[in-house]
């Protein structure tokens, strides 16, 4: 299957603008900071200022860089489920399946038909931003544009049957414009907040509770003394802190 | 409850943690009667497993009574007896539906973790590092058991539990790694380490139909056990050339197949095996695999290499030219649990194996640590140790 990276034509979304996505204040930060880095370098006079001075120029190079394009990203990710394209597409298309059953809901619908992508609330951020469905053939793509200029993003869902009995191979292609810089963006990525791993995640999800009828967790279950530094690592294994995994039921009740 | 947890290298402790609770609808709680040491711990116990944790509870080699069911839960029940298999298979996914239940696509929450390591990932597996889904494990009085109607296979009434505890790893992992070796009337079959994982592969092999086994391992008490068990046994500390030994042994032709039954903590002797510990000391690498090397070295040409024991990383030094000279086949992986369980069961029903034989120590949970160093430094001849969870500590 080809994957279009020219997603706005092909299924009606809009190009996106031509604004700068970085903030004034991120550029503002980078320039001042490669600014102060390169003379802190330069002032030094040994080979400790020259690695200085380069990094300093970097983030100059990249401050500058900013001020003309905006950050722009693409991500494609593919999984197969057990289930037909039907099946799949029904599931997907089910609003009931967005908010309720996935751990971090990626669309919620309203009364009205509005659809909005909700990002990061578990990490105390609620991103939102509405959805305009461009595009879409029943049983085999939905394609959608944001309709905000905050966080431009436009994609395509294709359904599609694998070969034998192997199901349905789902694929997502998204293009973005992060309101960002690339330093946030990969402190965004640290955070688990990269487009890639929410899109593979959340595929992963839906085949989940489509083959299995549920999500595998490990939160909540038993854990001996972690010490400090597997406690700094329960973001990574997305465990929650002891105050929250009291136990609803003991076992034998 | 009391649970066994890692802490670290070398370092494990019994702990009081919370009691397990049902977390997804079909997940079972199981009150363990009797659990097991395997020597795969040992690898989590001497630091070579990726992404252990402190705090991490152990074990996944147990069996008791379902004391709780989600409500997606039918074909088990509270009160059953059950083995439960130490890979976690959702049964429902394009592997599961063909025998490969440990490449279950859907029961490892970490499944990124492995992907970057592997670029797909396995199944969930119980108490055996984050990267293989963090499960807590079942060195515990109590376990939660997800999927529980896919893996727990029920008990009949008149087997004990020291009978049917080891199909929930060993004996189907030694059985897989025999019928791995494609064996026909007249087959030579040579097994590399005679711990726990051996001896059941040296009786699988002989079940499958092999004319004579051969296993190889330097410690008295395992050879004795492997002898018992039909096979002709080879020191490997007594012989001046252990592949010379073996062509000698087959005629000339080589063993028709080779199963490693060690894994990535190999002891080996020589340059070689001085090159791989310094590498794994030095934290380059994860493996040392000297046994790998030889079964490749000593294999008939068109055999098979079958690979029960443990690899994690990237190794080197494997002659793959004589892999391919000889069109070697290799078979290998995590052991597909639901595929066997019932059918050894029937074995052991039948009264073709009694798996307790294997059994050398018993220690209740309190003395785990103890046990653990025991069974690492092959004291007191010990080959393997079986928990129980609720017995009082021998120290008290």
């Known amino acids: 299957m080809t994957i279009t990276t020219n997603l706005?034509?092909?299924?009606?979304?809009?190009?996106?603008?031509?604004?700068?996505?970085?903030?004034?204040?991120?550029?503002?930060?980078?320039?001042a900071a490669g600014a102060a880095i390169s003379v802190y370098g330069v002032l030094r006079r040994d080979w400790f200022g020259a690695a200085f001075a380069g990094g300093g120029g970097y983030l100059l190079y990249s401050g500058m860089s900013d001020l003309r394009r905006p950050y722009q990203g693409r991500a494609r990710v593919a999984f197969t489920i057990a289930k037909s394209p039907q099946e799949v597409y029904d599931f997907v298309r089910n609003p009931q399946n967005w908010g309720r059953s996935l751990r971090e809901p990626m669309f919620e619908h309203n009364d009205d038909g509005q659809v909005t992508l909700r990002l990061g609330e578990k990490h105390g951020l609620d991103f939102k931003s509405r959805v305009e469905l461009t595009d879409e053939k029943p049983g085999e793509y939905i394609a959608w544009a944001s309709e905000d200029q905050r966080?431009?993003?436009?994609?395509?869902?294709?359904?599609?049957?694998?070969?034998?009995?192997?199901?349905?191979?789902?694929?997502?292609?998204?293009?973005y414009k992060a309101p960002t810089g690339p330093i946030t963006h990969s402190l965004a990525s640290l955070a688990g907040l990269n487009p890639e791993q929410l899109l593979r995640e959340?595929?992963?999800?839906?085949?989940?509770?489509?083959?299995?009828?549920e999500i595998p967790t490990t939160v909540g279950q038993p854990v001996g003394a972690r010490g400090l530094r597997a406690t700094a690592k329960r973001v990574l294994y997305h465990e929650r802190p002891a105050a929250e995994m009291q136990p609803q039921r003991m076992a034998g009740d | 409850m009391k649970a066994l947890c890692w802490q670290g290298t070398n370092k494990v402790e019994v702990e009081r943690v919370n009691d397990p609770v049902i977390l997804n609808p079909r997940d079972g709680i199981v009150r363990i009667t009797r659990t097991a040491i395997c020597g795969s711990d040992l690898h989590l116990y001497d630091g070579y497993i990726p992404t252990m944790e402190p705090g991490d509870v152990l074990g996944h080699e147990f069996m008791g009574e379902v004391v709780d069911t989600g409500r997606e839960v039918n074909r088990v029940k509270k009160g059953d007896r059950v083995v439960v298999p130490f890979t976690i298979a959702c049964g429902q996914c394009h592997f599961c539906k063909h025998d490969l239940w440990s490449a279950c696509?859907?029961?490892?929450?970490?499944a990124w973790m492995m992907e970057k390591m592997y670029g797909y990932s396995g199944s969930g597996?119980?108490?055996?590092?984050?990267?293989?889904?963090?499960?807590?494990?079942?060195?515990?009085?109590?376990?939660?058991?997800?999927?529980i109607d896919v893996g727990a296979l029920k008990v009949p009434d008149g087997l004990d539990d020291e009978q049917v505890l080891f199909l929930s790893d060993i004996f189907p992992t030694g059985y897989m790694a025999a019928e791995n070796c494609d064996i026909k009337p007249g087959d030579v079959v040579a097994i590399w380490g005679c711990g726990p994982v051996g001896q059941f592969t040296i009786r699988s092999a002989f079940l499958l139909g092999a004319e004579r086994v051969i296993a190889i391992d330097r410690f008295h008490e395992r050879l004795k056990m492997a002898r018992a068990g039909g096979a002709e046994i080879i020191n490997y500390d007594e012989v001046e050339d252990l592949l010379a030994e073996l062509k000698w042994?087959?005629?000339?032709?080589?063993?028709d197949a080779c199963i490693d039954a060690v894994g990535l903590e190999a002891h080996g002797t020589g340059v070689a095996a001085a090159y791989d510990y310094a590498k794994q000391r030095m934290k380059?690498?994860?493996?040392?695999?000297?046994v790998l090397r030889q079964v490749i070295?000593?294999?008939?040409?068109?055999?098979?290499?079958?690979?029960?024991g443990v690899y994690g990383g990237v190794l080197d030094k494997i002659p793959f030219g004589a892999a391919f000279g000889k069109g070697l086949t290799f078979r290998m992986g995590q052991t597909q649990m639901q595929k066997y369980t019932e059918r050894l069961l029937k074995h052991v029903q039948q009264g073709d194996i009694d798996p307790s034989f294997v059994i050398t120590h018993r220690f209740s949970l309190d003395d785990a640590p103890e046990a653990y160093r025991m069974f690492r430094d092959k004291r007191d001849q010990c080959v393997k140790v079986v928990l129980d969870p609720w017995a009082t500590p021998k120290a008290a």
């Open chain 1, 8 to 31: 706005a034509e092909k299924h009606g979304g809009k190009p996106f603008s031509r604004r700068p996505a970085t903030s004034k204040l991120e550029t503002a930060l980078t320039l």
């Open chain 1, 151 to 175: 966080f431009e993003h436009r994609g395509v869902v294709h359904f599609k049957k694998a070969p034998g009995d192997r199901g349905t191979e789902i694929s997502v292609a998204l293009e």
């Open chain 1, 202 to 213: 959340g595929l992963r999800q839906i085949k989940q509770l489509m083959e299995a009828g």
């Open chain 2, 105 to 110: 696509d859907n029961t490892n929450p970490n």
């Open chain 2, 125 to 147: 597996l119980f108490g055996y590092s984050h990267m293989m889904g963090g499960y807590a494990g079942g060195q515990a009085q109590f376990v939660r058991v997800p999927f």
């Open chain 2, 249 to 255: 042994m087959t005629g000339g032709r080589g063993p």
């Open chain 2, 284 to 290: 380059l690498s994860f493996d040392r695999p000297t």
């Open chain 2, 297 to 308: 070295q000593a294999c008939k040409k068109g055999g098979v290499v079958s690979i029960p």
